[in-house]
């Protein structure tokens, strides 16, 4: 029999121990486990759901001695799941006002707060303060305490609203219920050309998106130990060099700047805004056209986000794989390939003298990735996914190497070439004069 001299400390030590393992340990009977341990010490666990509400802060101290701050803040739950805000610009009384869901958290949980200054081009963002709350409900005042509990590190304001969850036999706790929300990335790429380009080609997107866990489970698709490309990357003498290379860009590609974009997805037309944009040809800009293009996608084991940029973006030059740049060298993801949009009917039957909100739009998600070869098997759990998190989305799918896939494909990147004024070496990873790639930059460091 387990014995604690805090029976409430007992009962969340047993959380914790369950929520640091595996998928498969928080199925219904290790949920079970954690009720019948409690009982045995004479209490329950007692589960809620969560919406936080992050308001702002004031009296952020300058971290530098030139410019103002760019505060930003990092949410853990008893370090089982983590939220990252936005940077908030310049600025010494930042407000966020950003929500933060969550089912299934033991009522003895903690919420622990990390404030950071962004300091762009440093390998180290600057520590403000850090605090803990409980997750009682209510609204919250709470000073943020420096390093060697230095006061007078600012102010932080929250709210939580709290209710009892379900009584749900699968319960996994800590779960991730939304919004859905995105950051967008412009990359360090770009040369004096740019202007003369679309910049989306030097953008990447990270959704964090909610149900991974449900869906998937235990499931990860582990690096293809058949392709030569992942074998650079995580096998032999000169791996730890390729990797060290591949994380370096990453870093840079995903670097949290005041300069990021913010917002959150609540219908599938949200999700067709951020695929707009094109060159102008002519007379007609293609600026708020949804845009004919492919796009490489992983979904990350590390914090369940939706990872994607346009295939042929030139910071893809000179890395073993377009896959890895985006899953930062991890050795397995949930899921990976391409997409790209299409109105229903396919490019092939569209014309441009129609308005896009004419028309029904999908997406077409695979599995093509060399360096995870993900499960054909699993695909509909792709297309599960994405019409969870996207009301409205029409999502098709299909394996690597079929001939509808293969057409449809072409199609998109026709249209492109024929209509929209794209030259043939953009749909490839390509560098043009004066303009300076990714894996240049990282060798400099």
Wanted: hydrophobic share 35%; net charge neutral.
């Amino acid at each position: 029999m387990l014995e604690f001299k805090n029976p409430a400390q007992g009962v969340a030590n047993i959380v914790e121990q369950l929520c640091a393992t595996s998928q498969a340990a928080r199925n219904a009977a290790n949920t079970q486990r954690v009720q019948d341990a409690a009982e045995q010490l004479g209490v329950s666990v007692k589960y809620v759901d969560l919406i936080i509400q992050f308001i702002g802060a004031s009296g952020i101290p300058k971290m530098d001695v030139v410019g103002s701050a760019d505060p930003y803040f990092v949410a853990k739950l008893d370090n089982q799941l983590k939220y990252t805000s936005s940077v908030q610009a310049r600025t010494q009384s930042p407000v966020w006002n950003e929500i933060w869901r969550v089912k299934n958290v033991p009522t003895s949980a903690t919420l622990s707060v990390v404030v950071r200054d962004k300091d762009i081009g440093a390998t180290c963002d600057d520590h403000i303060g850090k605090f803990d709350v409980s997750i009682s409900a209510g609204t919250k005042e709470v000073e943020i305490q420096g390093p060697m509990n230095m006061r007078n590190r600012g102010t932080f304001w929250l709210k939580i609203e709290s209710s009892q969850s379900g009584d749900d036999p699968q319960r996994i706790p800590y779960m991730f219920d939304g919004p859905v929300h995105y950051s967008s990335h412009s990359s360090l790429t770009a040369g004096t050309l740019t202007n003369l380009r679309d910049t989306r080609l030097y953008t990447t997107w990270k959704i964090y998106i909610k149900g991974v866990q449900q869906i998937f489970g235990d499931t990860v698709q582990p690096w293809n130990r058949e392709h030569k490309a992942a074998q650079a990357i995580f096998q032999g003498p000169t791996s730890i060099a390729v990797r060290s290379g591949i994380q370096a860009g990453h870093r840079m590609l995903y670097a949290r700047t005041n300069a990021n974009g913010f917002g959150v997805i609540n219908a599938a037309d949200d999700v067709f805004a951020l695929m707009r944009g094109g060159a102008q040809k002519g007379s007609k800009s293609y600026t708020h056209r949804v845009k004919p293009a492919v796009y490489t996608y992983i979904i990350s084991t590390n914090d369940d986000s939706l990872r994607f940029s346009e295939t042929g973006a030139a910071f893809f030059v000179d890395f073993a794989s377009k896959h890895a740049l985006h899953s930062n060298c991890a050795e397995n993801v949930r899921y990976g390939g391409e997409f790209h949009p299409r109105p229903v009917g396919g490019w092939e039957k569209f014309t441009d003298d129609v308005m896009d909100n004419s028309v029904g739009w999908e997406i077409v998600f695979d599995n093509n990735s060399g360096t995870y070869a993900p499960d054909r098997e699993l695909l509909p759990k792709m297309k599960e996914i994405m019409e969870l998190n996207f009301p409205g989305l029409n999502v098709v799918v299909h394996s690597h190497g079929d001939a509808a896939l293969r057409e449809s494909v072409e199609a998109c990147r026709a249209y492109a070439l024929m209509k929209r004024g794209v030259a043939e070496h953009e749909l490839e990873p390509h560098v043009l004069e004066g303009e300076e790639t990714l894996c240049h930059r990282v060798s400099r460091k």
